[in-house]
């Protein structure tokens, strides 16, 4: 795994932020997590209580997609020990996810498994409620999940897979809990993606279609070397 590939996974997680059958059920969510109504989010007094009850929520589907990167980077070691073919094939699944997010190829795009996340609720536990979303969720997210999960099968360790799928999980937990400590202005930022979803699915999928081919035509350390720049500008030693 290099360096770079955590900002992809972290912006992976983002993406799936936006996908179809999480950021229109982020409200109801937040609201079964918090036992806040939907309609009194957002209202004085409301934003830390929403955004404690996040944290076990977030765990559980953390704790859910590392288990898949560790199984990812455990059946990527076992069945490829060629770098490069392992790079090539994620760079192609890259590709195909990028143009099924762009709309130009057939993905799905309903919540499955909704016995799953009601089971959570009578449980009254977050993390099941978690761990369920990221179940339900994955038919949905998969063609950006199954990209991350590729890429943690080409990592070089077990740690390094299990890692991977950390950060994307960051990525997609971030916006969920600043969605909850910031509802009202949120809402405004949910009205604007709406707006602009297509033109947010067209640069999304661009950017995967971009790094699979990077990775595929195997020219990904391009883009490393331009990180280093940027780092340099920044004043920032490089890791890499």
Known sequence: MSWTELPVAF??????F?????????????SAISAVDAENLGQPGTARRVV????PFVLGFTAFFVLLGVG????GGRLFADQFLLERIA???LVVF???FMGLLPWPERLMGAGLVQGARSRGSRVLLGGAFAVCAAPCIGPVLAA???????????LEGAALLGVYSLGLALPFVLAGAVFTRAMS??????????AIQIGGGAIMVALGLLLFFERFYVLRVYLNRFLEWLGLEPAF
């Open 11 to 16: 912006l992976a997680g983002m993406v799936s």
């Open 18 to 30: 936006l996908a179809p059958c999480v950021l229109p059920l982020v409200p109801g969510y937040l």
């Open 52 to 55: 404690v009850s996040s944290v």
């Open 98 to 100: 990028g143009l099924a």
């Open 72 to 75: 990812a980077a455990l059946i």
């Open 148 to 158: 991350i999960l590729v890429l943690a099968g080409s990592s070089g360790t077990v």
């Open 189 to 198: 930022a949910f009205r604007w993606l709406r707006d602009h979803y297509r």
């Open 91 to 93: 760079g192609f699944v």
